[in-house]
T-cell receptor, first 113, second 109 residues
């Protein structure tokens, strides 16, 4: 079925290690987003991309980087993981920036020890 | 920063009853969206209501928007056990969504 695929579904990572969370969409959406979801804080935007080749910072970008080499893929990288980055990470996409519903993947549950 | 605040944080009802969830926000918006999240899954879009609209329906869902009060409500009629989930409002003012903390709905059979 069409949608967003995130990998891995879960991961335990030692502090200081690097990790790339993968996100692929097959809907040919222009805009893509990364959120983290923490208990009591809801979803917060980490980074976004309005179209292939462009990226922007969200509300909580520190410690994370993204790239958008093509329309379908939007990987999120933690260069040197810290325990405060333990969270559930969701990738989403929309047809265009703003005013459109977003489609979400099922998330990556990441624990930093 | 949280734009939307949802009320109540948790709601428990019997199957067949109606469920109402409220969302308040602080700044002017272009549109407001409601999403559902089942346990362990991603968010699913339910309804988008634009700032010039007052009410929108989709099946058993009814959303209202009062821009003068900066508030919205989601009504689920004739609830079912399958409606058990967390419900989030999200405001769009600059092309980015800002999510509330959600209402956890439990529908008991």
């Amino acid at each position: 079925t069409a949608g967003i695929t995130q990998a891995p579904t879960s991961q335990i990572l030692a502090a200081g290690r690097s990790m790339t969370l993968r996100c692929t969409q097959d809907m040919r959406h222009n805009a893509m987003y990364w959120y983290r979801q923490d208990l009591g804080l809801g979803l917060r935007l980490i980074h976004y991309s309005n179209t292939a080749g462009t990226t922007g910072k969200g509300e909580v970008p520190d410690g994370y980087s993204v790239s958008r080499a093509n329309t379908d893929d939007f990987p999120l990288t933690l260069a040197s993981a810290v325990p405060s980055q333990t969270s559930v990470y969701f990738c989403a996409s929309s047809d265009s920036q703003g005013g459109q519903p977003q489609h979400f993947g099922d998330g990556t549950r990441l624990s930093i020890l | 920063s949280q734009q939307g605040e949802e009320d109540p944080q948790a709601l428990s009802i019997q199957e067949g009853e109606n469920a109402t969830m409220n969302c308040s926000y602080k700044t002017s918006i272009n549109n407001l969206q409601w999403y559902r999240q089942n346990s362990g899954r991603g968010l699913v879009h339910l309804i988008l209501i634009r700032s010039n609209e007052r009410e929108k329906h989709s099946g058993r869902l009814r959303v209202t928007l009062d821009t003068s009060k900066k508030s919205s409500s989601l009504l689920i009629t004739a609830s079912r056990a399958a409606d058990t989930a967390s419900y989030f409002c999200a405001t769009d003012s600059i092309g980015k969504l800002i999510f509330g903390q959600g209402t956890e709905l439990s529908v008991k059979p």
